[in-house]
């Protein structure tokens, strides 16, 4: 007839504490499922390598027409004042 409380007085289930991490949803796994832990840092450094990756592609397009802006500008100034450039 009773139950189990944790500090703050919130009670434990037999499936896990279900602690606030922050996030919009998510829970923090108990210190004993370290398996589950791990395959919670593995997701997370996989959602890093995309947004590294999906950032690095933005920066590279963003140089490319830069550099084809100023290329154009180029041979256009290089026409004005007649002279040929390689």
Not at 18 to 45: F, H, I, V
Not at 46 to 72: G, L, P
């Amino acid at each position: 007839m009773s139950t189990a409380r944790l500090s703050g007085g919130s009670t434990s289930s037999s499936s896990g504490v279900k602690a606030s991490s922050g996030g919009a949803g998510k829970t923090k796994r108990p210190a004993w499922d370290l398996k589950g832990r791990l395959q919670d840092m593995e997701e997370r450094l996989r959602s890093h390598e995309n947004e590294k990756m999906d950032f690095n592609a933005q920066v590279t397009s963003a140089a490319n027409i830069c550099y084809d802006r100023m290329r154009a500008r180029l041979y256009k100034t290089a026409r004005l004042i007649d002279y040929t450039l390689p």
